[in-house]
C-alpha cells in the first residue's frame, strides 16, 4: 500500500520545478523500466504490481533490485493509477535520479551530434531521443527553452532510449561561439527549408546537425553558425492549386536526416 505522502510526493514530480528541486524524474513501464535497470540512471523506488515483481521472482532476478538499493513497495493497480500520467496505468512505476552528463566539446570531434533548438512537443523530443539512440548519436545539446527530457510524455516516448543518451541544456550560441574560439572546426549542418536537397549534399561521418522549433524553424540568431544548410526536398505530384505538404514533422526530419548521414558512413 503507498502512503499519503509517497503518493503526494510522486504526483508532484509531474512538475518541472519539483524534478529540478529533487533532481528526480519519474518513469513508467515494464519496458522502460527493464532499459533503466540496465543503464547508468539510479532507480531510487520502484512501485509496482504484484505481478510486475512475481516476473523477476519467475526468472531469479529479484537480487537485482537488491544490488541496486531499490526501495521497491507492492501496490495495487488502482493505487498505480493514482500515480500514473497515462491513460492507461502500466505495472510499475519508477522514481529514477536525473543523471549529470560532462560535455567535453573536444570529444565532439569525431561524432555526430544532435543540436535541438526549442524543440516544445514532449513527445517529438522523446522520439528525437529514441531515433538518436538508434542511429548511435550519443549525446544530444538542447537549448535552455527546448521541453524538459525528464517531463513524464518524454520519458514515455523515448521508450527506454533515455537510459542511454547524454543530454545537456546549454546555451547554444554561448557553446557554438566557444568552438569558434577554441578553433574545432566541425561542420555545423542546419535543417532549413531553403537549404541544399540533403541527397546531393556533401556529408562528413562526425559533426553538429541543429533541428529547429516545430513552427519556427532554426532561430535567426544560430543560422550565422551553419556552415551546411541542408533541406529534405518533397516528391509530391500535387499542384499549387491542390496544396502541397507544407514541412515535415520535427522527429521525422531528424530521422531522415540521420538516417541519410549513416548510409553514407
Known amino acids: 500500500m503507498i502512503s499519503k505522502n509517497q503518493l503526494k510526493f510522486v504526483n508532484s514530480l509531474k512538475q518541472k520545478k519539483n524534478r529540478e528541486e529533487h ?13 533503466l ?31 541496486n538499493s531499490i526501495d521497491c513497495f507492492e501496490i495495487k493497480t488502482n493505487e498505480l493509477e493514482r500515480l500514473s500520467s497515462q ?6 512505476l519508477a522514481v529514477c535520479e536525473i543523471p549529470e552528463y560532462n560535455l567535453n566539446k573536444f570529444e565532439l570531434k569525431d561524432k ?12 517529438n523530443l522523446g522520439t528525437i531521443i529514441r531515433i538518436a539512440d538508434w542511429f548511435g548519436i550519443e549525446t544530444i545539446l538542447c537549448s535552455n527553452n527546448t521541453v524538459d527530457a525528464y517531463n513524464p510524455k518524454v520519458i514515455q516516448a523515448t521508450m527506454g532510449s533515455i537510459a542511454r543518451i547524454s543530454l545537456h541544456y546549454i546555451n547554444l550560441i554561448d557553446f ?20 541544399d536537397p540533403i541527397y546531393n549534399a556533401q556529408l562528413t561521418k562526425s559533426g553538429l546537425i541543429i533541428i529547429g522549433n516545430e513552427s519556427k524553424g532554426i532561430s535567426t540568431d544560430l543560422r550565422p553558425f551553419i556552415t551546411h544548410d541542408l533541406n529534405i526536398p518533397s ?3 500535387f499542384k499549387s492549386s491542390e496544396g502541397k505538404p507544407e514541412s515535415l514533422n520535427a522527429a521525422i526530419a531528424c530521422s531522415i536526416i540521420c538516417s541519410e548521414f549513416r548510409r553514407r558512413s
Open 87 to 92: 491513460v492507461t496505468a502500466s505495472n510499475a
Open 37 to 67: 535497470l540496465q543503464s547508468r540512471i539510479k532507480i531510487k523506488q520502484l512501485f509496482a504490481t504484484k505481478d510486475f515483481f512475481s516476473q523477476y521472482e519467475e526468472q531469479g532476478e529479484m537480487e537485482i533490485f537488491i544490488k
Open 112 to 123: 555526430l551530434t544532435l543540436v535541438l533548438d526549442t524543440i516544445n512537443d514532449p513527445g
Open 235 to 237: 516528391f509530391s505530384h
Open 23 to 35: 533532481n528526480l524524474f519519474i518513469a513508467e513501464g515494464t519496458k522502460i523500466i527493464s532499459e
Open 176 to 195: 557554438l561561439e566557444e568552438l569558434k574560439a577554441d578553433k574545432i572546426n566541425l561542420p555545423i549542418y542546419g535543417a532549413l527549408m531553403e537549404g
